[in-house]
């Protein structure tokens, strides 16, 4: 019998876990299995997922933000279905291929008119990557500037414009720069007035924290940019593509980036996708010779399948009205959970823009809460959250998560496609898991038998790979 996909789910489906654990991450599998995560996802729609046992769920998180669309869109998938029933010659390599060109025009129609020119790869970090390399090319210098508590990618040049020392760690020397804390306009002008930083690299909207720029502050940082000769990149990794209700959010600041670097939504979460788009003046700093047009590439960066769900993914994000999808419900979203605020002073605020939302706790003043909150805090800084995203999870079926910032917050990044009601099961799902939350002992419990049940499967696991090897 020839090869059958479709068999081969169906016969293996539940085996998740234990492959990954083998040949994977045992590591992340044991997080999952620890918080209660371990779920079998079956399938997936607009905002919804469908474990194996047909249980819904609200997914709140989209995959990181990939899932902007909605999951499983169909006029992505009809694009994709299309291109491989065409039988395109895919990847030919020597030669420009029209998918790519049209993607390319539509990319540029879509950004203001000093951004022409477009480069193809296959995630944010590798559009992070370019963007570090051609800022070098096009300038002559070294160094980078990057904000604390970004997040840019965890590849090596990445690496080098993010903070977060646990990210760093083990992984050798980076590339030269400096960090500034956002609002220290003083330091970045000290920084960028010794006039070797080829870019200044910026999330306009943080993803991880969600905190807004002080006023004038991006503003700022173009003028001292252009000032001392630096390109400004802005990672819209996150953020590009409608996220927070603009198609980019370097808009809301009146910014006029040289740089961006854009990937996650634009395939509709189908397949790797990912763009940096910049001057054609930086562009041309790159591929300045003949015998230097790939100087800068990668094999799968034009291909047919992410070339076709990014012109679908633009087309849905016209014609069913995207960005003002992603402002309201976002807005209705962040004032539905401020709603609570009065009934839970361990919530401190929800804040975003569009359909990038971070929910940050606090410690509250006194009593049986501050106790519970104290406790839980001195374990682990990210533990209260936790005990909040866990039962979110197993008594609502809400998918969220801890982002991997050092203060208490959640953070949303739902399908653009959520409806009120899902805002409401949203709201009252948070209502009644932060109800509880003083009653430590409930989701500790879980977490403790989660931990407990994983240890025992290792156990039972190692007690396996002995008989084997005896
Ligand atoms: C702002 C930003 N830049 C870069 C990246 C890296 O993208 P990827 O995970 O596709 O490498 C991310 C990923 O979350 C991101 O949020």
Same mark, same amino acid.
């Given at each position: 019998? +020839?090869?059958?996909?479709?068999?081969?789910?169906?016969?293996?489906?539940?085996?998740?876990? @234990?492959?990954?654990? =083998?040949?994977?991450?045992?590591? *992340?599998?044991?997080?999952?299995?620890?918080?209660?995560?371990?779920?079998?996802?079956?399938?997936?729609? +607009? &905002?919804?997922?469908?474990?194996?046992?047909?249980?819904?769920?609200?997914?709140?998180?989209?995959? $990181? !933000?990939?899932?902007?669309?909605?999951?499983?869109?169909?006029?992505? &998938?009809?694009?994709?279905?299309?291109?491989?029933?065409?039988?395109?010659?895919?990847?030919?390599?020597?030669?420009?291929?029209?998918?790519?060109?049209?993607?390319?025009?539509? *990319?540029?129609?879509?950004?203001?008119?000093?951004?022409? &020119?477009?480069?193809?790869?296959?995630?944010?970090?590798?559009?992070?990557?370019?963007?570090? =390399?051609?800022?070098?090319?096009?300038?002559?210098?070294?160094?980078?500037?990057?904000?604390?508590?970004?997040?840019? +990618?965890?590849?090596? +040049?990445?690496?080098?414009?993010?903070?977060?020392?646990?990210?760093?760690?083990? $992984?050798?020397? #980076?590339?030269?720069?400096? @960090?500034?804390?956002?609002?220290?306009?003083?330091?970045?002008?000290?920084?960028?007035?010794?006039?070797?930083?080829?870019?200044?690299?910026? %999330?306009?909207?943080?993803?991880?924290?969600?905190?807004?720029?002080?006023?004038?502050?991006? !503003?700022?940082?173009? /003028?001292?940019?252009?000032?001392?000769?630096?390109?400004?990149?802005?990672?819209?990794?996150?953020?590009?593509?409608?996220?927070t209700g603009t198609m980019f959010a370097f808009e809301h600041f009146g910014l006029e980036p040289d740089i961006i670097a854009t990937s996650k939504a634009l395939s509709g979460g189908y397949v790797p996708v990912a763009a940096m788009i910049c001057r054609?003046?930086?562009?041309?700093?790159?591929?300045?010779?003949?015998?230097?047009?790939?100087?800068?590439?990668?094999?799968?960066?034009?291909?047919?399948?992410?070339?076709?769900?990014?012109?679908?993914? #633009?087309?849905? *994000?016209?014609?069913?009205?995207?960005?003002?999808?992603?402002?309201?419900?976002?807005?209705?979203?962040?004032?539905?959970?401020?709603?609570?605020?009065?009934?839970?002073?361990?919530? =401190? %605020?929800?804040?975003?823009?569009?359909? *990038?939302?971070?929910?940050?706790?606090?410690?509250?003043?006194?009593?049986? =809460?501050?106790?519970?909150?104290?406790?839980?805090?001195?374990?682990?800084?990210?533990?209260?959250?936790?005990?909040?995203?866990?039962?979110?999870?197993? /008594?609502?079926?809400?998918?969220?998560?801890?982002? !991997?910032?050092?203060?208490?917050?959640?953070?949303?990044?739902?399908?653009?496609?959520?409806?009120?009601?899902?805002?409401?099961?949203?709201?009252?799902?948070?209502?009644?898991?932060?109800?509880?939350?003083?009653?430590?002992?409930?989701?500790?419990? %879980?977490?403790?038998?989660?931990?407990?049940?994983?240890?025992?499967?290792?156990?039972?696991?190692? /007690?396996?790979?002995?008989?084997?090897?005896?």
């Amino acid at each position: 019998m +020839g090869f059958d996909i479709t068999r081969l789910i169906a016969d293996r489906v539940g085996e998740n876990y @234990e492959l990954h654990e =083998k040949y994977v991450n045992p590591t *992340l599998v044991d997080v999952f299995r620890t918080i209660g995560f371990d779920r079998v996802y079956a399938r997936g729609e +607009g &905002a919804y997922l469908w474990d194996d046992t047909g249980a819904q769920y609200l997914d709140m998180l989209g995959g $990181f !933000g990939v899932a902007a669309i909605g999951r499983n869109n169909p006029v992505v &998938a009809g694009a994709i279905r299309d291109v491989l029933d065409m039988d395109l010659p895919n990847m030919v390599q020597m030669d420009c291929a029209l998918l790519s060109g049209l993607l390319a025009e539509a *990319l540029v129609e879509r950004t203001p008119d000093h951004l022409d &020119a477009v480069y193809f790869c296959n995630s944010g970090t590798e559009a992070v990557e370019a963007s570090l =390399k051609f800022a070098r090319a096009a300038t002559g210098r070294d160094r980078f500037v990057h904000f604390r508590g970004g997040w840019h +990618g965890l590849t090596l +040049g990445s690496l080098s414009v993010m903070g977060g020392d646990e990210f760093r760690e083990g $992984f050798g020397h #980076l590339l030269p720069g400096d @960090e500034v804390a956002v609002g220290d306009l003083e330091h970045l002008e000290r920084v960028l007035a010794r006039e070797d930083a080829a870019a200044v690299i910026v %999330e306009c909207l943080p993803g991880h924290s969600v905190t807004l720029p002080p006023d004038g502050f991006l !503003g700022d940082v173009q /003028r001292l940019c252009r000032a001392y000769g630096t390109l400004l990149i802005c990672d819209e990794v996150a953020t590009g593509y409608g996220r927070t209700g603009t198609m980019f959010a370097f808009e809301h600041f009146g910014l006029e980036p040289d740089i961006i670097a854009t990937s996650k939504a634009l395939s509709g979460g189908y397949v790797p996708v990912a763009a940096m788009i910049c001057r054609r003046e930086v562009y041309s700093a790159v591929f300045n010779r003949l015998d230097r047009c790939w100087v800068h590439s990668s094999s799968f960066g034009r291909n047919n399948l992410a070339m076709a769900a990014g012109l679908a993914t #633009l087309s849905v *994000l016209d014609d069913g009205d995207m960005l003002r999808r992603s402002a309201e419900q976002g807005r209705a979203l962040v004032d539905g959970i401020n709603g609570l605020r009065g009934r839970h002073e361990v919530l =401190k %605020e929800a804040r975003g823009l569009g359909c *990038l939302v971070a929910i940050e706790l606090q410690q509250p003043s006194g009593g049986a =809460k501050k106790v519970a909150w104290d406790a839980v805090h001195a374990m682990h800084e990210s533990l209260f959250p936790q005990l909040v995203v866990m039962p979110l999870l197993s /008594r609502h079926h809400i998918i969220t998560q801890v982002t !991997g910032t050092h203060d208490p917050i959640i953070r949303l990044m739902p399908p653009f496609v959520i409806s009120a009601d899902d805002i409401r099961w949203f709201v009252d799902a948070l209502d009644e898991v932060l109800s509880r939350s003083h009653r430590i002992p409930g989701p500790m419990i %879980e977490m403790g038998r989660n931990a407990m049940k994983a240890r025992l499967r290792g156990r039972s696991r190692a /007690r396996a790979g002995e008989a084997v090897a005896q």
